[in-house]
């Protein structure tokens, strides 16, 4: 009889980005059951036939009747099927999941943080978020890290101990699948085409959720200001708009739906990445930044703000350019610098994808999973 691994999200759309590939890997040896909130976006076909799926109704944001349910949920669940371990990604999830965990007695719980909302925050509000994760720290029995420099800022701000988080890999959860995440001449084209540019038009493109921790707000100031000079330029916008920021710039910024094309969530990212020039990702907190080594495998280079998991993604002046977080008219400068100059930006796209093959194969973590898997259950 196979063992029974249960892993907990809030949305699908972290589990298609991070675990899609560790999942069925996984489903091969072990029973494998995910609990995440089915309604707010669409899983994976793969997944919905190699793994058991179970809804629980999580909200992202603060919800205290919601959160509470999906707290029953969980527990019902848990006491139910008597998972060997319970892993969680996400701080709603890991909040709600390794309490209920461990009020079940669930020996084996794992909570992987990929990235702090507090960072940013000041006050009462960071205390409040800072603390949810020392809680889930305290209350997991192995707390995992996608980068180097998340595990130092966390060791430092005394949210987990010294030593006592682990990251597989060199860094990010899920990698690379190299052979969905390629440069693609046929797709840049056949994408192109579709909405009437041509292939010498350069494309900066953004992919994630359209949140103003991401820096949405400083690209579109960044991307305005340069599309007065340059105006065969095109800002590409690809994700959930989740604080409805098309129609706020759509209101401030008369004139630039011919230069700046908005598309919905996708879980074909890489037809975009593909089709564009250069990754731009001014994100304010990053866990490690998944989507820049997704580009890079595409071949194009990323421009970003120089704060902790972005650097472990990007290698300054090599597969990319970094800014001061916040410095906007830095960014601008930074878009300028490399869309003017096809020498560096071959170069440094070049360089990108290199990196990214050699280190982050998808097969690579998939296999870091397995073992790390392994370990525990033996």
Known sequence: M????????????????????????LAKSYNVILCVNTKTYKLDDSLETAIQIQHIDIARKIAPLQDLRAFIQLLRCFIKIRPMTVHSITPKAGLLAMSASRLVGISLRFHTFTGQVWVNKIGVGRFLFKSVDRLIALLATQVLVDSGSQCRFLEGEGVVRRGSARMLGQGSIAGVDLERFRPNSAVRDAMRSKVGLSDE???????????????????????????????????????????QVYAKVRAEREGLETHIRW???????????ASADIF???????GFGSVI?????????????????VVDAVVEDCTGLLVKKGDVLGFAQMMERLGTDPKML????????????????????TKKWLEFYKSVIN
């Not at 063992?3 to 590939?21: D, E, G, K």
């Not at 991401?214 to 690209?219: N, R, T, V, Y």
């Open 280 to 286: 731009v990702l001014p994100s304010y907190r990053e």
């Open 263 to 273: 598309f919905e969530a996708t879980p074909r990212p890489e037809l975009y990445m």
């Open 293 to 309: 080594i997704e580009a890079a495998a595409c071949g194009i280079p990323t421009i970003a703000y120089r704060v902790d998991g």
């Open 346 to 365: 071959r170069s440094l796209g070049q360089a990108a994808r290199k990196r990214t093959v050699d280190s982050f194969s998808h097969l690579v973590f």
């Open 2 to 25: 196979k063992r029974s691994l249960l892993f907990v999200a809030t949305t699908p759309f972290a589990v298609n980005a991070f675990l899609r590939t560790h999942l069925i890997a």
């Open 201 to 243: 038009a350069l494309v900066f493109l953004f992919v994630g959720r359209l949140v103003r921790d991401k820096g949405i707000f400083d690209l579109i100031e960044a991307f305005v200001e340069l599309n007065l000079r340059y105006r065969h330029w095109e800002l590409w916008v690809v994700g959930p708009d989740e604080e």
